[in-house]
């Protein structure tokens, strides 16, 4: 009997962890509002666990994580031209973001995961584009938000 019970238990708290995973749309888009070339939103703060998908919201964007701007143990990821992609985060820490074709025109976005209130001090120690860099600044401004 008890073992039936902790089994149920065990289940019903493994299945009712995997439901609260929540998925975050983030649009690629040539313009919004007075900016060009961005991801939209440009910051979200997840759960470790929960997925973000990157929709073509326009033609010619992709999104990917930037070498050296994710945690220590996570996996990169790299979409495709024109194609959805969905990533999950299992791994706490900021994730820099990246269009690989507008880098350089500064589309890029923030990923926060889990419990971070500070960027590490080498997060934008590497080559980015000065308008890519001014957006990373902006948006690491809400992680105390």
Known sequence: MFRALTTAFLLTTLLGATA???????????????ETMVFEPA????????TVKFVPGDKGHNAESIK???????EPFAG????????TFDTEGLYGVECKPHFAMGMVMTVAVGD?????????????P???????????ANLNK
């Open 43 to 50: 910051f979200v703060k997840i759960a470790v666990g929960d």
């Open 68 to 74: 050296g701007m994710l945690p220590e143990g996570a």
């Open 20 to 34: 609260l995973a929540e998925t975050v749309e983030v649009k690629m888009l040539n313009k919004s509002g007075k």
């Open 130 to 140: 000065p308008k890519a860099k001014k957006r990373f600044e902006e948006q690491l």
């Open 80 to 87: 495709k031209i024109n194609k959805e992609v969905e990533v």
């Open 116 to 128: 971070v209130t500070v960027a590490p001090d080498d997060f934008l120690a590497g080559r980015i």
